[in-house]
């Protein structure tokens, strides 16, 4: 018979023969300690049948010590069986998945931090994901130099050159160009915005610029260019 523990509900396989008796027996969980009364089940004729199985059944759940003598009642440690081991096993097969979870996850955010700059490249409004978590990618343009700058004006208007130079050990996408006209005074007057001259500087390389400004601002005397979107 199956008797149910009902505190914890642990169930356990008893043995009809260890709880025979006009009183019954008091049993204990062993799970959680808590005691009741069982009472005996019904006697009921042994069939041939019922021998022959009663003869080739174990019955390890339940160990019923001698009732001593004069005492009616007696106290019965009952073991944990199946049930309560396939919960643990289920409750600890659900905290591994979640802990791979985890560290899935945790391994997908690393790669996107330390890849940041590529993943930047690729889609642009990821720098104000980057920035709201304060993970800034690099710079734009990290890695070149704009240099050389040369202004020459022509009857046609003005004519603005210069170098990218890649200063890295490693290939750089070289991103537009922003070049602004300024007064003396170092204020903006005039500004446009230029592809480079090429998609991808290899290290060390030099890429030359060149880009006309046909009405310039008579008031504009110096130059400034750098990296844009």
């Known amino acids: ?3 149910s523990c009902a505190v914890c509900h642990t169930r356990y396989l008893v043995g009809e023969e ?21 009472k005996a089940p019904p006697e009921l004729p042994v069939t041939d049948d019922r021998a022959k199985s009663a003869a080739a059944r174990i019955e390890p759940a339940l160990e019923v010590p001698p009732r001593p003598a004069g005492v009616h009642v007696s106290t019965v440690e009952v073991s944990p069986r199946g049930p309560s081991l396939r919960r643990r096993r289920r409750r600890w097969g659900a905290i591994r998945w979640l802990l791979l979870a985890v560290l899935l996850a945790l391994a997908i955010l690393a790669g996107l931090m330390l890849a940041r700059s590529a993943v930047v490249a690729i889609w642009p409004p990821a720098a104000q994901l ?8 690099e710079p734009l343009g990290a890695g070149l130099k704009i240099d050389k700058l040369t202004p020459t004006r022509t009857s046609d208007g ?3 050159e210069g170098d990218i130079t890649n200063t890295g050990k490693t290939a750089r996408d070289i991103p537009r160009l922003r070049v602004a006209l300024r007064d003396g005074g170092e204020k903006e007057v005039q500004f446009k915005v ?3 001259p090429q998609p991808r500087l290899s290290p060390g390389a030099v890429a030359h610029f060149k880009t006309p400004f046909e009405h310039p601002y008579d008031v504009a005397t110096g130059v400034v260019v750098t990296f844009s979107r």
Not at 20 to 36: L, P, Y
């Open 194 to 196: 230029i592809d480079p």
């Open 130 to 137: 980057y920035a709201l978590v304060g993970a800034q990618g």
């Open 1 to 3: 018979m199956i008797l």
């Open 158 to 160: 003005l004519i603005i």
């Open 18 to 38: 260890a709880l025979r008796g006009r009183a019954g027996r008091t049993v204990r969980c062993a799970n959680c300690g808590h005691t009741w009364h069982q």
